[in-house]
């Protein structure tokens, strides 16, 4: 076997990580337990790292070992352990470990190290040879697939039914909706559902939150404004320009199929991986992870789900960089990506930020695309943190979201000095995400 | 046609029939006016907090910090005292986005507040000012050396300060003191008292014998319990002259007389009226007399040996009279009287008073005696770490036994072990790993901290 094909192509030396950013990998707390547990150097033979890979052997309750042996590039993770969790407590441990500095730089990998890396190697090649395949035929071939145009009847009468009843809504006042609001807006998500509109549905969902606040007549009579303007926007596809048509299919719920994502054109950046959260929605774990192009400048989201305590994307890592090319799904201000092909790692650093002041018209920006964007990634320089704003120097100040609290630990990172700040943007009101202090270290927030 | 964002509330709110308006209309409107006020919404004015000090002290290392991080995220959480106490030694700071936590616990548990005026540094002090709930850290010494603490700097520095110019010259503290005595707020009076107990002297009785005036019980308290280890003192001869009507030989054994009453003498002299639900009162005033009597004038008065008084024979009374000698050994520091009553009843707060290897000498007799208990289990948390090898090794030996026959006892017995046995033994002890593993982390802990 060639060991210099799968292992001694390094491209670059990866920064060793922090515990933090090892344990954001983890797909649950139970996991980050377990995980801190095999750290011991004790726990670990035959362990070693190269510029990219770290590998050892993990004592466990068997005869025989288990191997764990991560490929920091991306990152991905190999086990021999029987674990359905993802990455494991073993190859968490092992990063645990590599990170507080327990595993010896340099070593000759052993034989079943170098075999993964290899199959790895050459399955990334046959994956990269399918996504380069004609992909714009395939989407065309998955679009026009039976059952779509039914989809669509469904669809037109669910909008239309949901543009009704908002009318009839206003028409008769919404003074009771404190009183029947969550029971109605069951039904009518659950016939949405039916509909097969399940982005609309999920607008619906959330609109019980807005009655928990003061002004909710307000806050309620916007969000009605704003479903009702989909639902006109659907019925009037036709007349709208490309990127917003997309815009509209999506919020309203089409599925889009990955071929179709990678059908456009792809945008390579070294993209700095700002920050992310994991949030319970279901029964699924929905992570988001935000980027920012350092040559473009341009920003991404990069969405992934699985059922609670199972595999989620754990390949970017806040704080690292890499260099790849994404491909965006389709709409007027398009911010959801996947990667479509990873080019290795690149130097992390402290990602370049803009001015406060000028936040304001980047979001006008944003919305002049799409007047429903509830979300945008903003990485914020000269930031001074105040308990209920971000703030600069000359005293501008964006609000932070109410229902964050007072971010301590900005606050401690920050102590009254301008520090880097990535931060979500929402109508409400903003929440830190990552902040990097003086030294240029890396906190999640 | 132009209408306000109230109007369309308001028309929304009692319905657009009844305002004669096109409810599509007003949907549409309020999207635009929704729409346009997110875009619209410009910066507001905030006035940045001022920056924090600078640090004086230097951060510690990656390592300890990521140790302390696993800490506070719950892993090995009964060592964190250790750590706190490790990192203050040797005079490093926390990384600052781990303050809040530690401050959030220092909130609930005031034992780890006397080192976190130190690890958090100038940044803690910034954030205390921003949460009332941190507040207490302002009264913690910071550790900041400057010529004027004792003037201006928090309780925390100006007791640090008391207690060092006590070490360098006793009088000239007690004096420094007096001068500006009546200003102290109560919760200082009461710290500052404390102070004098190192470098106790006769020269402090007249000052401590003022406090015992006090408008705040807990100065008076502190005040006697000084003056109870000085025998010429006023207070020692006033006990002295009670206690002597008190407790009397009876034939070969003794004969204990509780106080009839308590009165405003009694009072002033430390000597609480009111007993804990449960004691007798007679019996609570024979007790704290006893306690406050200077323990060398029994050996006088009964003319037996601390070893001989301990085992006399009392009738009525015997419980109460032995808990007076046990608070007078341990208030009057006194190790002879200390071993004497251990040995007739193996209290935790004894050991204290008896120097650490020999407490860990004395535990390891009663553990390789007697069957583990709760009592025993009590015991053993007052023995200061580290223990010495012959406890070590009667506690190993006995969890050894006990795991199959009683769990409970011996997974209580194994953390007790994990905090307190020498960290340099985790290679020793792999037959217990959850021992090993709590020894090992120690260990790794206090090479990160050297």
Known sequence: MDLSAGVASVRRVIERWSRDQVLSLAPDAASQKAAAGVSAPGKWSGSGALPDVVWGECKGSGATPYRACVDLSEPAYKCSCPSRKFPCKHALGLLLLWASDGVPDGGEPAGWVAEWLEQRRSRAEKQEKRDRQEPSERAKAARSSGGSAQRETRVTAGLSELERWLTDQIAQGIAGARQTGLADWDELGRRLVDAQAPGVAGSVSRLSRVLREEDWPGLLLGEYALIHLLAVAHRRTAELPAGLAETVRSRVGFPITREDVLATPWVRDEWDVIGGRDEEQDRLVARRIWLQGRATGRVALVLSFAPIGQALDASLVTGTAVDASLAYYPGASPLRAVVAERHGPAASGRPA???????????????????WADSWPVVLE?????????ADEEGNGLPLHPEGGVPWRLLAVSGGRPVTVAAEWTPRGSRPLTVWDEEGQVVRL | MSTSWEDLVSTALVGADRRSASPGEVLEQAAVEVVRARAGRRTHTSRPPAPAMEETRPLASRA??????????????????????????VGVRVPAQLIPGLLDLGARDRSIRSHLGALSGARGRWLAELNSSWQYLLAEAAGVPSGDVWEFGTSGDRRAYLTASRAADPGQARELLEQGWDKETPEDRAAFVLVLSDGLGMDDEPFLEAALDDRRREVRQAAADLLTRLPESRLARRMTERSARLLVVDGGGLRAEPPKACDSTMERDGVRPRPPAGTAQRGWWLQQVIARTPLAFWTVHLGRSPEDVVRSKIGDWAREVAMGWTRAAILQHDPRWARALFEVEPLTDLLAVLPPEEQSARAAELVARHPVDGQMIMMLGGVARPWGPRLAKAVLKKIVEMSGTQPWNAGELIRLAGERLDPAMHGHVQEIPELAATLRFRHDMSKELS
Do not use: F, K, N, Y
Request: proline fraction near 7%; aromatic fraction near 2%.
């Open chain 1, 353 to 371: 930020g803009t001015e406060l002041s000028q936040v304001p018209g980047r979001i006008a920006g944003v919305l002049t695309g799409d007047p």
């Open chain 2, 64 to 89: 300890a910090g990521d140790r302390l991080a696993r800490m506070l995220g719950g892993e090995q959480a009964r060592l964190l005292p250790e750590w706190l106490e490790a990192a203050a030694a």
């Open chain 1, 382 to 390: 000269g930031v001074i943190p105040a308990t209920g704003s971000l």
